[in-house]
């Protein structure tokens, strides 16, 4: 007994350290990923991945959503991104913009095609400057991509649109399109299931700063065209600024970035800003495109300059509310402003007599047609000295119209009948009190 105590520990230890090692060596690590839905304030914001990079840049950035936030414009040392969604600046605002750019600023900006209804080919040179007032002077127009070629940007899942269309006894579409004998449909299914799904064609970069290669990918079905590449072909060029291209990007289709030279400045022109969204930031060469052309700036990104501020932009959509808001305070700061003067003294509200509230009481059931309520408790008294007089109702009632002096139908019609009348119902609780107290 005295040796098991002693091997006692080493036995436990032993089994300890073996349950560990059969543990570890039967059992394997598994990593799993759950996927958390972002913020709100992230989903509204499609450059909050690309702020939030620039901020581990110390690179400062801003969100712009209205003229007044632009305008006046900062310092030079302050990258502007414009969305294709900025809206039309005025001439004004433009000559101001292109100024600024002059002196030193950096300027981004996503061309604006032309829409629908237009023509690219027969379009006026008005109709281009209304589109775009910025980019048409200097040199830039936006062209539609035409061939079988052309990337698309589907508007809808396909994969969805073709499990809608199978039929509604599948029960599970997915399964019965995969387990399906038409080899054609099934063949189909796993196409939609397994294959990525369709991408542009990346762009190369051409600068002369950067000898290494550089791709970006923009998911636009447009191409950028400056019109100095046009003095070749003889044709008078509509750019009023002095521009000159000194990078661009392109494939087989066009170019889709385009660096413009002007003054101390540079303006760079893409047919859209997807690359730099949450959802592109990390692809190809779209972080370091990012950074080349914004340094070490300040970043604005601006949505739109056309949006009024909100005091305006509600004055113009809701007066009405506007007004009755201001009326309200008005009221209310009457209500709260100290009264200047003598004060009034308090009328008084303390004298209450008894008799004025059964009166006032008395009044409100006669009006609501509660005169047997007001008898009640009368009648009550009346009945139980009624019943004093004999165990015979009718006797009894007899006995007492001989004691009151009056007839036996009357003390009958107090007891029982509902007066119509005030001169009735005083006539009813006289003849009932002076029962209530005979003797």
């Known amino acids: 007994m005295a040796k098991l105590r002693k091997w006692l520990p080493g036995l436990i230890a032993l089994l300890v350290l073996g349950l560990t090692v059969a543990y570890y060596a039967l059992t394997e690590p598994v990593t799993t990923v759950h996927r958390v839905a972002p913020d709100s304030s992230v989903q509204r914001d499609p450059f909050h991945a690309a702020q939030a990079w620039l901020g581990q840049r110390e690179q400062s950035t801003r969100r712009i959503l209205s003229a007044a936030a632009l305008f006046p414009l900062p310092d030079t040392d302050t990258t502007l991104i414009f969305d294709k969604q900025r809206g039309l600046m005025t001439d004004d605002q433009v000559h101001s913009l292109i100024n600024w750019v002059m002196a030193g600023g950096d300027l981004i900006v996503a061309a604006r095609p032309l829409p ?123 750019r009023e600024w002095d521009t000159e291209v000194i990078a661009y990007a392109d494939n087989e289709f066009g170019s889709q970035l385009i660096q413009l030279s002007l003054g101390d400045g540079q303006i760079t022109v893409l047919t859209d800003l997807s690359l730099w969204d949450n959802d592109h930031l990390l692809y190809f060469d779209h972080a370091w495109l990012l950074a080349w052309l914004t340094g070490q700036d300040a970043v604005w990104f601006i949505r739109s300059v ?26 209310w700061l009457w209500l709260r402003i100290p009264r200047q003067g003598p004060m009034q003294p308090p009328q008084d509200d303390e004298h209450r007599d008894y008799l004025q509230h059964l009166h006032a009481s008395g009044y409100f059931q006669w009006r609501t047609e509660q005169q047997d309520t007001l008898l009640a408790a009368l009648r009550q008294q009346a009945s139980a000295r009624l019943r004093g007089y004999h165990n015979n109702d009718e006797k009894a009632l007899t006995l007492a119209a001989r004691d009151l002096n009056c007839p036996s139908g009357e003390l009958h019609s107090a007891l029982n009948d509902t007066p119509q009348s005030r001169d009735q119902l005083i006539a009813q609780v006289r003849l009932l009190q002076a029962l209530r107290s005979n003797t």
């Open 306 to 331: 056309a949006m009024p501020p909100l005091l305006q932009w509600l004055w113009q959509r809701a007066p009405q509310l506007i007004l009755a808001l201001l009326v309200l305070l008005a009221l």
């Open 116 to 238: 629908q209804s237009r023509d690219e080919d027969t379009a006026t040179d008005t109709q281009w400057r209304d589109n775009d007032p910025l980019l048409y002077p200097l040199g830039i127009t936006v062209w539609e991509i035409t061939g079988d070629d052309e990337f698309q940007e589907l508007k809808e899942d396909p994969l969805i649109a073709f499990l809608a269309m199978m039929p509604a006894f599948a029960g599970d579409p997915l399964q019965y399109c995969m387990t399906s004998d038409n080899d054609e449909l099934r063949t189909s299914c796993e196409s939609l299931l397994c294959d990525a799904p369709e991408q542009p064609e990346p762009l190369a970069l051409h600068t002369d700063e950067d000898a290494f290669p550089r791709h970006i990918q923009l998911f636009s079905d447009h191409v950028l065209w400056h019109d100095s590449w046009n003095e070749e072909d003889d044709i008078a060029p509509h």
